[in-house]
Protein backbone atom coordinates (compact mmCIF):
# COMPACT_ATOMS: atom_id res chain seq x y z
CA UNK A 1 0.00 0.00 0.00
CA UNK A 2 1.09 3.74 -0.96
CA UNK A 3 0.47 6.81 0.97
CA UNK A 4 0.88 10.01 -0.71
CA UNK A 5 1.44 13.20 0.55
CA UNK A 6 1.25 16.33 -1.79
CA UNK A 7 2.37 19.70 -0.20
CA UNK A 8 3.34 23.19 -1.66
CA UNK A 9 0.37 24.77 -3.12
CA UNK A 10 -0.70 27.77 -2.00
CA UNK A 11 -2.09 31.42 -3.28
CA UNK A 12 0.33 33.22 -6.41
CA UNK A 13 -0.49 35.84 -8.41
CA UNK A 14 -0.86 35.13 -12.23
CA UNK A 15 2.23 35.08 -14.12
CA UNK A 16 3.86 33.34 -10.85
CA UNK A 17 5.55 30.05 -9.68
CA UNK A 18 4.92 27.10 -7.93
CA UNK A 19 6.18 24.11 -7.23
CA UNK A 20 4.19 21.05 -5.45
CA UNK A 21 6.13 18.11 -3.77
CA UNK A 22 4.54 14.72 -3.82
CA UNK A 23 6.27 12.20 -1.25
CA UNK A 24 5.53 8.63 -1.45
CA UNK A 25 6.12 5.90 1.58
CA UNK A 26 4.48 2.36 1.95
CA UNK A 27 5.94 1.23 -1.43
CA UNK A 28 9.02 0.47 -4.29
CA UNK A 29 8.53 4.25 -5.33
CA UNK A 30 10.57 3.62 -8.14
CA UNK A 31 8.39 1.32 -9.97
CA UNK A 32 5.63 3.57 -10.18
CA UNK A 33 4.39 5.47 -12.86
CA UNK A 34 3.49 9.28 -11.23
CA UNK A 35 1.34 11.56 -12.25
CA UNK A 36 -0.37 15.14 -11.43
CA UNK A 37 -4.31 15.33 -11.86
CA UNK A 38 -6.12 18.26 -10.63
CA UNK A 39 -9.79 18.96 -10.03
CA UNK A 40 -11.18 22.75 -9.98
CA UNK A 41 -14.99 23.52 -8.23
CA UNK A 42 -17.66 21.82 -9.93
CA UNK A 43 -15.40 20.35 -12.54
CA UNK A 44 -14.04 16.85 -13.22
CA UNK A 45 -10.58 15.64 -12.32
CA UNK A 46 -8.50 16.05 -15.34
CA UNK A 47 -5.07 15.10 -16.05
CA UNK A 48 -2.19 17.31 -15.76
CA UNK A 49 1.27 15.40 -16.21
CA UNK A 50 2.83 11.97 -15.96
CA UNK A 51 6.22 10.53 -15.72
CA UNK A 52 7.71 7.24 -16.02
CA UNK A 53 9.65 4.95 -13.12
CA UNK A 54 12.93 6.25 -14.57
CA UNK A 55 11.38 10.09 -15.59
CA UNK A 56 13.12 9.35 -19.05
CA UNK A 57 9.07 9.76 -20.26
CA UNK A 58 6.99 12.20 -19.23
CA UNK A 59 3.38 13.60 -21.02
CA UNK A 60 1.52 16.46 -20.20
CA UNK A 61 -1.93 18.17 -20.72
CA UNK A 62 -1.82 20.91 -23.85
CA UNK A 63 -3.33 23.12 -21.21
CA UNK A 64 0.10 23.40 -19.32
CA UNK A 65 2.73 22.16 -21.75
CA UNK A 66 5.57 24.55 -22.28
CA UNK A 67 4.87 26.16 -18.16
CA UNK A 68 4.74 23.19 -16.16
CA UNK A 69 7.44 19.97 -15.60
CA UNK A 70 7.06 16.82 -14.11
CA UNK A 71 10.01 15.41 -12.55
CA UNK A 72 10.96 12.99 -9.86
CA UNK A 73 14.02 11.28 -7.64
CA UNK A 74 13.66 8.02 -6.83
CA UNK A 75 16.42 8.41 -4.11
CA UNK A 76 14.11 10.91 -2.16
CA UNK A 77 10.62 9.13 -2.75
CA UNK A 78 9.12 12.42 -4.49
CA UNK A 79 7.74 13.39 -7.32
CA UNK A 80 8.00 17.33 -8.45
CA UNK A 81 5.58 19.39 -10.34
CA UNK A 82 7.19 22.94 -11.09
CA UNK A 83 4.40 25.26 -11.93
CA UNK A 84 5.21 28.37 -14.15
CA UNK A 85 3.24 31.68 -15.93
CA UNK A 86 0.20 30.52 -13.78
CA UNK A 87 -3.19 31.32 -14.75
CA UNK A 88 -6.32 32.27 -12.83
CA UNK A 89 -7.16 28.84 -15.06
CA UNK A 90 -4.77 26.67 -12.98
CA UNK A 91 -6.52 27.19 -9.88
CA UNK A 92 -8.18 23.79 -8.55
CA UNK A 93 -7.07 20.98 -6.11
CA UNK A 94 -4.17 19.26 -7.36
CA UNK A 95 -3.88 15.69 -6.20
CA UNK A 96 -0.24 12.98 -7.31
CA UNK A 97 -1.62 9.44 -7.81
CA UNK A 98 0.77 6.27 -8.39
CA UNK A 99 0.23 3.44 -11.20
CA UNK A 100 1.61 0.21 -10.08
CA UNK A 101 2.39 -1.15 -13.60
CA UNK A 102 2.56 -0.52 -17.32
CA UNK A 103 2.65 2.54 -19.74
CA UNK A 104 2.14 6.30 -18.60
CA UNK A 105 -1.75 6.46 -18.74
CA UNK A 106 -4.16 10.09 -18.49
CA UNK A 107 -7.21 8.67 -17.25
CA UNK A 108 -8.21 8.29 -13.14
CA UNK A 109 -9.31 4.99 -13.58
CA UNK A 110 -5.81 3.94 -14.81
CA UNK A 111 -4.27 4.93 -10.89
CA UNK A 112 -4.36 3.04 -7.75
CA UNK A 113 -3.19 5.42 -5.65
CA UNK A 114 -4.13 8.82 -4.97
CA UNK A 115 -2.87 11.81 -2.23
CA UNK A 116 -5.47 14.60 -0.55
CA UNK A 117 -4.44 17.13 -2.53
CA UNK A 118 -3.21 20.51 -2.27
CA UNK A 119 -4.84 23.54 -3.42
CA UNK A 120 -3.68 26.12 -5.64
CA UNK A 121 -4.96 29.52 -5.76
CA UNK A 122 -3.85 31.94 -9.20
CA UNK A 123 -4.75 35.53 -7.92
CA UNK A 124 -5.62 37.60 -11.36
Known amino acids: QVQLLESGGGLVQTGGSLRLSCAAS????????MAWFRQAPAKEREFVAA????????KYADSVKGRFTISRDNAKNTMYLQMNSLKPEDTAVYYC?????????????????WGQGTQVTVSS
Open 51 to 58: INWSGAFT
Open 26 to 33: GGTFSSYV
Open 97 to 113: AAKRLGLIATTTGSYDY
